[in-house]
């Protein structure tokens, strides 16, 4: 069971729905707060890290929503920091924008900003800093997670933490590509249309690994909740480490070369990164 901790503002958790307005914990909202909280602890961490070595914390939350995550750090983290440290929470439903802006206002948490802009969009918008601590992405839609890995890796984001949503983009590769892999007997693993689908998700999700991997990031995955949750509960956390590494980029153009799937050699390379086809 939930407990409001000192300091927390009741007023948020009821504005999100979190808290009755009597007070009482919300049913309906238990499993997004668990969630969330349960997200907060992993990042708590990396924010007192950065902490000890810059005054000033920027997070980027991409495909925010309702900013629940967004509005819980800043009440339990960021609220109490003077000076520049601020949290973008970047979410394309205007309306959605708005009404994150307009709560903000309400709480008086004047470091937060929120843009109605798309994740890659995001990228080049001079709206955000050039450099940032932090970048979040919980259950940002189909291929936003894979725009907010780019996002990280050109702000030269510290930390990245992702939940990813399911993405349909390598599955269909997958799938379109079938015939041209047949001699390969591991393209049993993708025959059948769930396996490819599921193959597709969690081929994804390993592709992202190493892509952060070969820009020199140290990877750590894990599961979020459990399973009764949430179906969506893979947590990624990427740590930058230093030089990027040639040995998971390898990996990434072999895996790609040999499950049909050069077509997306974009998506998890950039233009700068050696290695071509
Ligand atoms: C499943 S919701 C998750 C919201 C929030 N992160 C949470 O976990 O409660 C995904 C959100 O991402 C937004 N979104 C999807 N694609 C996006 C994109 N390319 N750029 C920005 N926002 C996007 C959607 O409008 C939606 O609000």
């Known amino acids: 069971?939930?407990?409001?901790?000192?300091?927390?503002?009741?007023?948020?958790?009821?504005?999100?729905?979190?808290?009755?307005?009597?007070?009482?914990?919300?049913?309906?909202?238990?499993?997004?707060?668990?969630?969330?909280?349960?997200?907060y602890q992993f990042i708590e961490p990396l924010l007192q890290e950065i902490r000890q070595q810059r005054p000033d914390v920027r997070l980027v939350d991409h495909g925010a929503g309702k900013s629940y995550l967004g509005f819980i750090l800043y009440d339990l983290f960021f609220k109490t920091l003077a000076g520049g440290s601020r949290i973008y929470g970047i979410e394309t439903r205007a309306e959605l924008v708005q009404r994150s802006r307009e709560l903000a206002q309400r709480l008086d948490f004047s470091g937060m900003s929120f843009l109605d802009l798309s994740v890659a969009d995001s990228i080049t918008s001079n709206e955000l800093p050039d450099e940032v601590d932090v970048v979040t992405a919980l259950h940002a839609c189909n291929t936003a997670t894979d725009d907010a890995i780019r996002?990280?890796?050109?702000?030269?984001?510290?930390?990245?933490?992702?939940?990813?949503?399911?993405?349909?983009?390598?599955?269909?590769?997958?799938r379109k590509n079938k015939g041209a892999v047949l001699k390969n007997p591991l393209s049993e693993l993708w025959r059948h249309p769930i396996h490819t689908r599921e193959f597709g998700?969690?081929?994804?999700?390993?592709?992202?690994?190493?892509?952060l991997e070969s820009h020199?990031?140290?990877?750590?995955?894990?599961?979020?909740?459990?399973?009764?949750?949430?179906?969506?509960?893979?947590?990624?956390?990427?740590?930058?480490?230093?030089?990027?590494?040639?040995?998971?980029?390898?990996?990434?153009n072999h895996m790609l070369e040999s499950l049909g799937l050069t077509e997306l050699h974009e998506r998890f390379f950039t233009s700068e990164q050696g290695l071509s086809r």
């Not at 996002?151 to 997958?174: D, H, M, N, T, Y």
Request: charged content about 25%; proline content about 4%; overall charge positive.
């Open 151 to 174: 996002f990280a890796l050109a702000k030269r984001s510290r930390f990245i933490v992702l939940v990813p949503c399911c993405q349909a983009e390598v599955a269909a590769a997958l």
């Open 201 to 211: 998700s969690h081929l994804t999700n390993v592709l992202r690994c190493l892509q």
């Open 216 to 252: 020199g990031y140290q990877v750590t995955v894990t599961e979020l909740v459990g399973w009764e949750h949430s179906m969506k509960n893979e947590l990624i956390i990427a740590r930058y480490q230093g030089q990027p590494r040639r040995q998971p980029a390898e990996r990434l």
């Open 1 to 39: 069971m939930y407990e409001v901790r000192p300091g927390q503002s009741v007023e948020l958790l009821k504005e999100l729905h979190i808290l009755t307005r009597d007070g009482k914990m919300n049913q309906d909202s238990r499993r997004k707060l668990k969630q969330v909280f349960h997200l």
